[in-house]
């Protein structure tokens, strides 16, 4: 007796239809991306002399920043501690956050939080607010240009334990280019006017550099000048930093 010849059914063929296209998709497809994760730096540099004068100065940083989806995080902060023959002549300390929520490509809407300390200038503390609108200038993948503009509020403590509390204009802008794949620079400006006192205002500005040493290592080296129209009385308007060191990737 003869085995009958298996044939394919209509079901058989009806799902092989469907199912090999399917299976075929998912193989070619490739998995989801991963989210993208923090962006996190470290620097750190010294710089001690002795003979003629005696100096030391030390200088730390942090920065960790993200972008996912329509948000973008930046969180940082740096300081210095110096001394010039056993005399403290720098005590600077800085801490900020900036969010920015893009409502579209170009175009955001950001809070920014920063507070920040100068027992040279009699600063105890300086805390300032602001939340505004951003737009994105230039935009592609070797350089960004933002402009920011929004209110904002201050409160400072000072070293004769005075405290002040005005609000403020806030104009800011960024610039950040890639020269290469190992070199970057970067520039920003902030200028904090007191909205009832245009005389009272306060200008920010930076300007850096950073090179990759290694995957991980870096060299950064970067310029800051904070101009105070109005200082504590017997203390000059103008502050300025030029900070060197190493940086490190996480």
């Known amino acids: 007796m003869k085995t009958p010849k298996a044939t394919p059914t209509y079901l058989t063929i009806l799902a092989t239809g469907i199912l090999s296209p399917a299976l075929a998709a998912l193989a070619a ?3 989801p991306a991963a989210p993208p994760g923090w962006e996190t730096s470290a620097t750190a540099g010294a710089t001690v002399t002795r003979g003629n004068s005696r100096t ?5 940083g942090l920065l960790a920043q993200k972008k996912w989806d329509k948000n973008e995080l930046r969180l940082g902060l740096d300081g210095a501690y110096g001394q010039n023959n056993g005399v403290k002549n720098t005590e600077f300390g ?9 409502i579209t490509e170009r175009l955001y809407a950001y809070g920014r939080a920063e ?3 100068d027992a040279i200038a009699d600063i105890e503390y300086r805390l300032a607010l602001s939340p505004g609108l951003g737009y994105y200038l230039l935009k592609d993948a070797k350089q960004s240009l933002s402009v920011e503009v929004g209110p904002g ?6 070293g004769n334990h005075t405290i002040n509390n005005y609000f403020t204009l806030r104009v800011a802008e960024r610039y950040e280019r890639k020269i ?4 970057r620079v970067w520039q920003t400006a902030e200028l904090l006017p007191q909205v009832d006192h245009f005389k009272n205002y306060i200008l920010n500005t930076e300007i850096g550099l950073e090179t990759e040493l290694t995957k991980k290592l870096s060299f950064r080296t970067y310029l800051q000048d904070s101009y105070d129209n109005e200082p504590v009385p017997g203390r000059l308007k103008n502050d300025l930093k030029l900070v060197a060191g190493i940086g490190y990737k996480f």
């Open 153 to 158: 509020f201050i409160r400072e403590k000072l």
């Open 56 to 60: 030391l100065l030390f200088t730390a």
């Open 180 to 183: 290469n794949d190992k070199t």
């Open 115 to 117: 507070v920040s300390h």
């Open 94 to 102: 800085r801490m900020f956050g900036q969010y920015n929520r893009l």
């Open 29 to 31: 497809d490739p998995a």
